[in-house]
């Protein structure tokens, strides 16, 4: 008996040895599509295995079984997208906006449609509601939802809640971002209009005793507030400057008489990450276009989305990335700043990448050409000659999205 289990033990090992002998069949395979993976520096065409929700194979011709097959020739299959600033603590409190109120939206009518796997709340709630906004919006989303913690304790509820710098508490905003640390990713400084330093100065110190990164919403002040003094000496290296380009009253904008102010890329070599956020007040092609052509690129690309912005300009996450696309922006640039470099920014590198054990998001997307329009926020019209558009989306390797049926079964009528 004891020999017999000794030769059964070897056959395992030798099986498990030949691996393709007892492979298991994938869940899904996707073939011949264009893989972008930034994060493992892969741009060509490849297949992608996935089962249990997980990528399980990646390579230039996968031969293993699958339950079933995605034909994705002529497509880009890139990781799950990934917005850095959206607004989803929605709810039907009156004179609440964007915590718990009207203007902000629920992920998953939103998100899938355009690719987006993971959203990150800005702001919406302090640590005042954050459980009320993890019952309402992370607990009951397929979507993955995160968040950057407000500094002020109610969260963004708009007009003087929002100035009231005696509800800007550090110590207990790093308590409950500690607390909930599988969500919160980061701490929300926005729309503060006062002419002091006090609450970037609490939004950083909370930040440094959480051990995660700011995003700051600036402006406001009249006279504006030195950005140079914010990136240089009051943001830390990993800290975000959202609605990069804007230009709003209250705050300086990064372009001046058309030049990229020089500070700006001192800044952004500094370590200071500068995202789009486009929303609905917050994208100019003055100062866009200009920044790319001088050699600027954003290190993140987000839609600012919530009701005020998504029958605007913005539209959604695809639009946005289309309009950086036709703007100068390369396909390989626009992919990173929504995928891995989002990932890195919120120190979830387990996110925006399509390595081997990655759950399974994934988006597939077609780049079009024809005549396109896009408008910026003050009205302006750029015409572009490419749009992305999402054909499918995986969560956690389930069909979410599917634009034109690709994993759909064939209906053959008798």
């Not at 009156?94 to 355009?114: E, Q, W």
């Not at 100035?163 to 308590?175: G, R, S, Y």
């Not at 952004?268 to 050699?295: C, E, M, N, T």
């Amino acid at each position: 008996m004891k020999n017999s289990y000794t030769f059964f033990g070897i056959l395992v090992i030798f099986f498990l040895g030949c691996g393709t002998l007892i492979a298991q069949p994938l869940d899904l395979l996707i073939t011949k599509g264009h893989v972008i993976d930034p994060k493992n520096n892969i741009n060509a065409v490849m297949d992608v295995g996935i089962a249990d929700g997980k990528i399980a194979e990646i390579g230039s011709k996968i031969t293993t079984k699958a339950k079933k097959t995605i034909d994705a020739s002529g497509l880009y299959v890139v990781p799950g997208l990934i917005d850095i600033h959206g607004h989803h603590h929605y709810g039907t409190e009156p004179d609440h906006y964007l915590s718990n109120g009207y203007s902000a939206l629920p992920p998953d009518g939103f998100t899938f449609r355009s690719g987006v796997t993971t959203v990150v709340d800005a702001g919406g709630a302090g640590w005042q509601n954050f459980g009320q906004f993890k019952e309402q919006a992370i607990d009951n989303s397929r979507t993955r939802v995160l968040a950057f913690l407000n500094i002020v304790g109610a969260g963004m509820r708009g007009g003087a809640y929002e100035q009231n710098a005696e509800d800007m508490d550090p110590k207990l905003t790093a308590m409950v971002a500690r607390r909930y640390s599988e969500y919160i990713v980061g701490i929300k400084l926005a729309h503060y209009s006062g002419e002091e330093w006090g609450p970037t100065d609490m939004a950083v110190e909370a930040g440094e005793l959480a051990d995660i990164p700011v995003m700051v919403d600036f402006g406001g002040s009249e006279p504006p507030l030195s950005l140079q003094t914010l990136f240089l000496e009051k943001l830390r290296p990993g800290d975000i400057f959202t609605h990069c380009f804007a230009n709003v009253n209250g705050r300086e904008p990064i372009v001046e008489d058309g030049k990229l102010r020089p500070f700006v890329k001192t800044a952004q070599d500094r370590g200071i990450i500068f995202d789009v956020g486009h929303g609905g007040g917050s994208f100019l092609y003055a100062q866009a276009v200009p920044a790319i052509k001088q050699g600027f690129r954003p290190n993140s690309i987000s839609t600012d989305l919530h009701t005020g912005s998504m029958n605007g300009g913005m539209k959604d996450m695809i639009n946005v990335m289309s309009k950086l696309l036709n703007i100068g922006m390369t396909l390989d640039e626009v992919i990173e700043c929504s995928t891995w470099n989002p990932a890195k920014i919120i120190k979830r590198e387990e996110l925006g990448n399509l390595s081997v054990g990655s759950g399974a998001d994934v988006a597939l997307i077609s780049v079009d050409k024809g005549k396109f329009g896009y408008i910026d926020i003050a009205g302006y019209k750029m015409n572009g000659d490419k749009r992305i558009v999402c054909q499918l989306t995986l969560r956690d390797g389930r069909v979410v999205w599917d634009l034109n049926g690709l994993a759909a079964i064939p209906f053959n009528e008798k």
